[in-house]
């Protein structure tokens, strides 16, 4: 844990929010294809070093189907967070999350940092980050059945008790752009770069001043 220690003490004259950068908070109900999109702009912008896709911990093992991120058992993961080696951390369906503390670093260097979390923590990441985009990704309550019921993780009334939570899960505040991604994958994946663009303006701009 030496490396989230040292930039934790790099950070230490860095008074909160964290500035120059920008952190775009990637959300939405589960099936609305928030990892389909992160990737169609992480092969698009394969060679951009101002874009970072931060790589998620979570409690679960990986497998085919979902995303491609690092595994913690729950103690090891408890471990991590009380050493401080995740900025942001929280729980959801009885899983950890966390993204790992560089992603301070990042944004305070004048990157841009996009991560899938969850709409809970949006107060959070306000707080934390000056520059924040929230992105909802969002699909019909049809396409969300149809492809919750096809990772066939969940039972049938699981499935109907998550879409219930997420009807009732309005966002509000600054910075939140909805894009619907009912349909192909390039229509969103477009929108989604063309805002990843406009951050990284943004971040060049921010480092100017």
């Known amino acids: 844990m030496m ?13 909160f929010p964290i500035r120059h950068g920008v952190f775009v908070a990637v959300v939405g109900p589960s099936g609305a ?15 951009e070093s101002r874009l970072e896709f931060v790589r998620r911990v979570i409690t679960r093992p990986s497998d085919a189907a979902s995303e491609d991120h690092d595994t913690l058992a729950d103690a090891a993961f408890v471990e991590a967070e009380a050493d401080g080696a995740f900025a942001i951390s929280w729980e959801a369906h009885g899983l950890r999350y966390g993204l790992p503390a560089d992603v301070d670093w990042s944004v305070a260097n004048g ?34 059945a149809e492809r919750l019921a096809m990772r066939g993780r969940e039972s049938r009334g699981e499935v109907l008790a998550r879409l219930a939570r997420s009807a009732n899960v309005t966002l509000s505040g600054p910075g939140v752009t909805s894009i619907d991604n009912s349909g192909q994958r390039e229509v969103a994946g477009e929108r989604f770069a063309e805002l990843l663009r406009k951050a990284m303006a943004f971040s060049d701009m921010s480092g100017m001043i």
Not at 3 to 13: G, P
């Open 33 to 47: 294809g928030k990892d389909t999109v992160i990737g169609y702009a992480r092969t698009l912008f394969a060679d």
């Open 3 to 15: 490396v989230s220690a040292l930039i934790e003490r790099e950070l230490s004259a860095e008074t």
């Open 111 to 144: 990157h841009v940092a996009v991560a899938n979390v969850s709409r809970a923590i949006i107060p959070t990441l306000r707080e934390r980050y000056a520059n924040l985009a929230i992105v909802e990704i969002t699909a019909s309550p049809d396409v969300l």
